[in-house]
């Protein structure tokens, strides 16, 4: 019985047919996966120990995007250490 049911699996999972469905959901578990590694390390988040939460320290009237349209900020962001 287990040796049957062992060789209908294999039959099955292993099917050849079934290769590039493997292929494909590897690559886009990686590739989102890199994606999400990118925006974490962006330039536009800066994590560092002395300070988690980055967002916390941007005061009300500063600006944090290099070019804004329809905006009046009296303060600019400044990232001081990197």
């Known amino acids: 019985m287990s040796n049957s049911f ?14 590039p469905i ?3 959901i590897g690559g886009v578990c990686v590739g ?5 590694y990118r925006l974490a390390m962006g330039p536009t ?3 560092t120990k ?6 916390n320290s941007i005061k009300p009237n ?3 995007k290099m ?6 900020a009296d303060g600019k962001w400044s990232r001081d250490s990197l």
């Open 6 to 19: 062992t060789k209908q699996f294999r039959k099955h999972w292993f099917a050849v047919e079934a290769t």
């Open 50 to 55: 002395s300070n988690p939460t980055p967002w």
């Open 62 to 64: 500063q600006t944090t």
């Open 67 to 72: 070019m804004t349209v329809n905006h009046q």
């Open 32 to 36: 989102a996966s890199w994606y999400l």
């Open 22 to 24: 493997y292929v494909i």
């Open 45 to 47: 988040i800066q994590w």
